[in-house]
């Protein structure tokens, strides 16, 4: 049972332009949502993350919103650049904690 | 700052061998830690995590295992691999007072042949 979705594989972003990466969520006792940026043959590395009291966290070029109501979150990147080109993880933690099962962002020059 | 130390980068291994992969930390002390494995079009999937020494819990049942004999040492192995097994094993770590993974190796390739 995939408690966090991240029904887009794949996606592809001009260069300059702006990235949304989506990610929803089953389970409303979530209080606390990630998401991780993972590259070829490397572990994920933390990117952002943001807490069920908030709706909005941003971080440089990174902003991820959520949307309770809706059990969705997302991340938006902008200005997209070549070197975000990685694998997008969603992750969210309650008593447990669960990963999404990932975008493969490609972002084109 | 935290490092995880995971080998090997890839392995081959043929169905019924067995397994053993091995992942050490660096730059904390009583980490939790865990073995994520991400298998093709999956996502990453908790196998075993641990809050000290001897102390495993498994989330799934398989024919893996895992083993902490030391405080910042973490094994996850199998007596006979099955082709399910194939994936991309990863070691990660929290500080005690987590259950967030942080950290993570740079993981383990296993294709079982």
């Known amino acids: 049972d995939q408690q966090v979705k991240q029904n887009s594989p794949s996606l592809s972003v001009q260069e300059g332009r702006i990235s949304i990466l989506n990610c929803d969520y089953t389970?409303?006792?979530?209080?606390?949502f990630l998401w991780y940026k993972k590259y070829p043959a490397e572990g994920p590395t933390f990117l952002i993350s943001i807490s069920s009291i908030k709706d909005k966290n941003e971080d440089g070029r990174f902003t991820v919103f959520l949307n309770k109501s809706a059990k969705h979150l997302s991340l938006h990147i902008v200005p997209s650049q070549p070197g975000d080109s990685a694998v997008y993880f969603c992750a969210a933690s309650g008593n447990q904690f669960y990963f999404g099962t990932g975008t493969s962002l490609t972002v084109i020059p | 700052s935290q490092t995880i130390h995971q080998w090997p980068a890839t392995l081959v291994q043929p169905v019924g061998s067995p397994l053993s992969l091995e992942c050490t930390v660096e730059g904390t002390s009583n980490p939790n830690l865990y073995w994520y494995r991400q298998a093709a079009g999956r996502g990453l999937q908790l196998l075993f995590y641990s809050v000290g020494i001897g102390q495993i819990s498994s989330e799934v049942p398989q024919n893996l295992s895992a083993s902490r004999p030391q405080d910042r040492q973490f094994i996850l192995s199998s007596k006979k691999l099955l082709l399910s097994d194939s994936g991309f094993y990863l070691c990660?770590?929290?500080?005690?007072?987590?259950?967030?993974?942080?950290?993570f190796g740079d993981g383990t390739r296993l294709s079982i042949l």
């Open positions: 990660a770590c929290s500080d005690g007072y987590s259950n967030q993974p942080q950290h």
């Open positions: 389970n409303s006792m979530f209080d606390y």
